[in-house]
Nanobody, 123 residues
């Protein structure tokens, strides 16, 4: 059974950094793209970043480009989201999700989801 488990969330002051990790198991890692999504209270879930595991192609939402970096460790089946220069508007529940092969734009196209981790940025 495929499973994704996030870790690394927490409370940080504005301008600070956090690194989220997504540990994958029960799936052929190279066959998937791993996306990081976030959902703030009362807002729609949005994809902030994604990486195609097979070739390392990355995507970023405009709101995080230049501040967040996605990376992977194929041997450990881990995907990281390094978040720097955090802002209060980055506060949200962050999820990692797996889509088959490509970085799909829509959450509905991701077939496996983690349980999420809370990121809170104080001003």
């Amino acid at each position: 059974e495929a499973q994704l488990v996030e870790s690394g969330g927490g409370l940080v002051q504005a301008g600070g950094s956090l690194r989220l990790s997504c540990a994958a198991s029960g799936l052929i890692f190279d066959d998937f793209a791993i996306g990081w999504f976030r959902q703030a209270l009362g807002k729609k879930r949005e994809r902030v970043s994604c990486i195609i595991v097979s070739d390392g192609t990355t995507y970023y939402a405009g709101s995080v480009r230049g501040r967040f970096t996605i990376s992977k460790d194929n041997a450990k089946k881990l995907v990281y989201l390094q978040m720097n220069s955090l802002k209060p508007e980055d506060t949200a529940f962050y999820y990692c999700a797996a889509a088959r092969e490509w970085c799909e734009d829509e959450a509905e196209d991701y077939v496996h989801w983690g349980q999420g981790t809370q990121v809170t940025v104080s001003s």
